[in-house]
């Protein structure tokens, strides 16, 4: 006797089912392949060490990935994705509360500092950063990718800092564009200090001094 179809209405549980463990364990995956990376780089990085770390089958990191340089890829995007959603979130918590474009940068910054006070441990590190340390181990695409995250941070701030200056006069001339990258700059160089002196406060502390810097900026008391 041919075997009998599922109810119409089990089928989608089933599936939903497959998907959810499926990206569970891609998620594992990056998890794993993002501390292996930070900590060791991406040439240090095997497939078998993260099959062995996540407890799957060589067949099963495959079946998720096509390679190691699309596990670079799909890590970096999934990266990218979460800092995006974290200055969008401050933003918007920022925009809400304040009007004023120069008090509503200088809210993101101060909440901006909070977040990362919060964190319980050191930053685990930018792969934005381990990216262009390595840069000759990932193809093309990941390089381009990298790139246009950069780009992205500094029209992000760069954005911010031309409304300010369409309601307000710097005290004194300003390069822009210089001090959108500084805040870009003082994220990843704070990174690397905190971990180096072990001082899990630091980028908080450097938030908040570029924030003084801006306030200076603009003469803000």
């Given at each position: 006797?041919?075997?009998?179809?599922?109810?119409?209405?089990?089928?989608?549980?089933?599936?939903?089912?497959?998907?959810?463990?499926?990206?569970?364990?891609?998620?594992?995956?990056?998890?794993?392949?993002?501390?292996?990376?930070?900590?060791?780089?991406?040439?240090?990085?095997?497939?078998?060490?993260?099959?062995?770390?996540?407890?799957?089958?060589?067949?099963?990191?495959?079946?998720?990935?096509?390679?190691?340089?699309?596990?670079?890829?799909?890590?970096?995007?999934?990266?990218?994705?979460?800092?995006?959603?974290?200055?969008?979130?401050?933003?918007?918590?920022?925009?809400?509360?304040?009007?004023?474009?120069?008090?509503?940068?200088?809210?993101?910054?101060?909440?901006?500092?909070?977040?990362?006070?919060?964190?319980?441990?050191?930053?685990?590190?930018?792969?934005?950063?381990?990216?262009?340390?390595?840069?000759?181990?990932?193809?093309?695409?990941?390089?381009?990718?990298?790139?246009?995250?950069?780009?992205?941070?500094?029209?992000?701030?760069?954005?911010?800092?031309?409304?300010?200056?369409?309601?307000?006069?710097?005290?004194?001339?300003?390069?822009?564009?210089?001090?959108?990258?500084?805040?870009?700059?003082?994220?990843?160089?704070?990174?690397?200090?905190?971990?180096?002196?072990?001082?899990?406060n630091l980028l908080g502390r450097q938030?908040?001094?570029?924030?003084?810097?801006?306030?200076?900026?603009?003469?803000?008391?």
């Amino acid at each position: 006797m041919a075997e009998q179809p599922l109810p119409a209405e089990t089928v989608p549980a089933v599936e939903s089912g497959a998907r959810s463990k499926g990206e569970r364990t891609r998620e594992r995956i990056l998890d794993a392949a993002y501390e292996a990376i930070i900590r060791k780089g991406f040439a240090g990085t095997s497939i078998d060490e993260l099959v062995e770390a996540t407890g799957i089958t060589k067949s099963g990191f495959f079946y998720h990935f096509r390679d190691k340089g699309d596990l670079a890829r799909q890590l970096l995007i999934r990266f990218l994705a979460e800092d995006e959603d974290v200055m969008d979130s401050l933003r918007a918590r920022a925009e809400k509360l304040v009007d004023d474009p120069l008090q509503r940068f200088l809210l993101f910054l101060n909440l901006y500092a909070e977040t990362v006070d919060e964190m319980e441990a050191l930053h685990p590190g930018c792969l934005v950063a381990a990216i262009v340390y390595q840069e000759q181990v990932f193809d093309t695409e990941v390089r381009r990718l990298n790139s246009e995250a950069v780009m992205r941070w500094r029209e992000r701030f760069l954005a911010w800092l031309e409304a300010i200056d369409a309601k307000y006069e710097p005290v004194t001339p300003i390069d822009r564009l210089a001090l959108a990258d500084a805040l870009s700059a003082i994220v990843e160089g704070s990174i690397v200090l905190a971990k180096a002196l072990d001082e899990p406060n630091l980028l908080g502390r450097q938030l908040r001094l570029f924030r003084d810097m801006v306030k200076t900026t603009y003469g803000v008391a």
